[in-house]
């Protein structure tokens, strides 16, 4: 399972990855048949709609899954206790939403009039702010509280994790995601509501962390037949549209285990190595997160600009509204990197010579 010094190189490609064809994703949204999107193109794709429901049952929970992975990494090779580690975890995910929140999302979103779930329509500056506070008007970056609050629930029963009683916390975080959509469905703040299904999910990560050596030992034939069958699962889903949240949970939880396989398998390929070793994917690797948070403000900028003319076309219009989106975010990435190094050097020189 991979050497010293790349040793979970399939975990790192999870992440970037998906975070990527999320971006490509939102760029998909116009199209499809989804009530959380106000901005539709009035087309809808039936295509688009069906690489949606592929992409909300794996994308998400496969970097949650990568998450709790690196949480159990983290247990072993850190000494944090309980106050470190939500700190930790605050900085992380809840000061970049309010940095982008404040200076990103709530301004471009009132300047342009961007509808967006949980933003009233035509809302202002200052009822933008209080809705994105509250974490009712999120967009894109519902991501972070949802991934603090799962985190935090492990960080709490991390003192059992470190005695091993795994059963144990499998069975509490199921019963936590049945209770969770039990009484937090319609809980409309700081994104609670969303965080049942991908509970199991970050356990399953842990999980397969524990059990890593074990994995390792599975040969490609059973790597590859564990890889059809969480397929399979993840179709049966919108195809069957099965009521009731333990077949959502079911599903999603397969959706992370068929990226957890299909990396595996890419991990052994020399192919899948020597476009991981590019410059462009080294840059993907080392901004993609950069890539998520920017995102959604660009690639509504970018549908708008495009739709006049390849609106009635929806695949073209959205890979077109993704290389435009994509290129405005690499452009913006530099731009901050090139800042941060200039500001950096400015506030040296200060230290250096404070007169």
């Known amino acids: 399972m991979g050497g010293t010094g790349e040793r979970y190189r399939y975990i790192t490609d999870i992440k970037a990855v998906s975070l990527l064809l999320i971006v490509f994703w939102h760029c998909t949204l116009f199209y499809e048949d989804n009530p959380f999107f106000p901005e539709s193109s009035g087309i809808i794709s039936p295509t688009l709609t069906a690489l949606g429901y592929f992409f909300d049952l794996t994308l998400i929970a496969a970097y949650v899954f990568c998450s709790g992975f690196l949480f159990a990494r983290s247990l072993e090779i850190h000494e944090r206790g309980i106050p470190g580690s939500i700190l930790e975890r605050i900085k992380r995910l809840l000061v970049p939403y309010y940095l982008f929140g404040t200076f990103w999302l709530v301004p471009l979103y009132t300047l342009f009039d961007i509808r967006s779930f949980g933003r009233p329509e035509h809302a202002g500056l200052w009822e933008g702010f209080v809705h994105m506070l509250l974490g009712q008007f999120s967009d894109h970056l519902w991501f972070l509280w949802m991934l603090f609050w799962v985190a935090l629930f492990f960080i709490l029963l991390s003192p059992l994790l470190k005695k091993g009683f795994l059963p144990v916390i499998g069975i509490l975080s199921v019963a936590a995601a049945f209770a969770v959509e039990l009484w937090l469905k319609d809980f409309p703040y700081f994104k609670l509501s969303q965080i049942s299904t991908y509970l199991p999910v970050f356990f399953l990560g842990i999980l397969c962390f524990r059990t890593r050596d074990r994995i390792g030992g599975f040969g490609k034939g059973t790597i590859s037949l564990l890889f059809l069958i969480s397929s399979i699962l993840v179709i049966l889903y919108p195809v069957l549209k099965p ?42 690797r080392d901004f993609r997160m950069d890539l998520y948070l920017l995102n959604m403000p660009f690639n509504y900028l970018s549908y708008r600009l495009i739709a006049p003319y390849l609106g009635k076309h929806p695949w073209m219009c959205s890979v077109v509204v993704f290389l435009i989106a994509f290129l405005a975010i690499c452009i913006t990435v530099q731009l901050k990197t090139r800042l941060k190094k200039l500001f950096g050097k400015f506030f040296l020189r200060l230290r250096r010579d404070p007169s």
């Open 243 to 284: 009521e009731g949240f333990a077949f959502l949970l079911i599903a999603r939880i397969a959706g992370s285990m068929q990226f957890f396989f299909l990396f595996l398998l890419l991990d052994g390929s020399r192919t899948w190595h020597k476009i991981t070793d590019t410059k462009l994917y080294g840059n993907l």
